[in-house]
Antibody
Framework: QPQLQESGSGLVEPSQTLSLNCSVS??????????WSWIRQPPGRALEWIGH???????YYNPSLKTRVTISMDKANHQFSLRLTSVTAADTAMYYC??????????????????WGQGALVAVSS | QSVLTQPPSASGTPGQRVSISCSGGRSNIGRNTVTWYQQVPGTAPKLLLYNNNQRPSGVPDRISGSKSGTSASLAISGLQSEDEGIYYCSSWDDSLSGPVFGGGTELTVL
């Protein structure tokens, strides 16, 4: 299994853009049988799927975040990234990247998340 | 409020068998498979079961899962202290067009 590692700013000002990268330890980011996802967990709360990107270039997002989220992939550097615009305090959370299995040929439908990165804590505050 | 409903807590003594329930609806558990994750506080979630009852390599067979209708259940037999943590269920939701999670159940080994 690859190892995943998040990196990026841990503090973002309200109304600004949150940016995180996830490095994948091997070349499997180009594999068609998996997609690459972001999930977040606000303090003391449950997990929330943000979206995922497939090596075909297709990206799929949680409808509640769709207008503010972009997930993209850099195959050459074995990483994928998250951008979340116009952040508020409600976006304060631990952000995890994870590999996810595809449940359809286009990887529109996804299955289980495995493995996960260790997480990156992002606080939105002025 | 989570789409999937789990009890907030569960407990048992070493060696006991405990079950954790996960209730959903027709758009998620009713039509799709269930996945379970274990999260030890301060660490990332770890895949425990997929496709309702399939164990990834390394997960002991004392951990099992089942699904019936719009509900699913995780069972842990021969409870050990290392089983402490928060357990989350998850399923694809056809209405959301994405995966949804339960609120988590904190398991304590007394």
């Amino acid at each position: 299994q690859p190892q995943l590692q998040e990196s990026g700013s841990g503090l973002v000002e309200p109304s600004q853009t949150l940016s995180l990268n996830c490095s994948v330890s091997d070349g499997s980011i180009s594999t068609y049988t998996y997609s690459w996802s972001w999930i977040r967990q606000p303090p003391g709360r449950a997990l929330e799927w943000i979206g995922h990107v497939h090596s075909s270039g297709s990206a799929y997002y949680n409808p509640s975040l769709k207008t503010r989220v972009t997930i993209s992939m850099d195959k050459a550097n074995h990483q994928f990234s998250l951008r979340l615009t116009s952040v508020t305090a409600a976006d304060t959370a631990m952000y995890y990247c994870a590999r996810v299995s595809c449940s359809s040929s286009s990887c529109y439908r996804i299955g289980s998340f495995d493995p996960w990165g260790q997480g990156a804590l992002v606080a939105v505050s002025s | 409020q989570s789409v999937l409903t789990q009890p907030p807590s569960a407990s048992g003594t070493p060696g006991q068998r405990v079950s954790i329930s996960c209730s959903g609806g027709r758009s998620n558990i009713g039509r799709n498979t269930v996945t379970w994750y274990q999260q030890v506080p301060g660490t990332a979630p770890k895949l425990l079961l997929y496709n309702n009852n399939q164990r990834p390599s390394g997960v002991p067979d004392r951990i099992s899962g089942s699904k019936s209708g719009t509900s699913a259940s995780l069972a842990i037999s021969g409870l050990q202290s290392e089983d402490e943590g928060i357990y989350y269920c998850s399923s694809w939701d056809d209405s959301l067009s994405g995966p949804v999670f339960g609120g988590g159940t904190e398991l304590t080994v007394l």
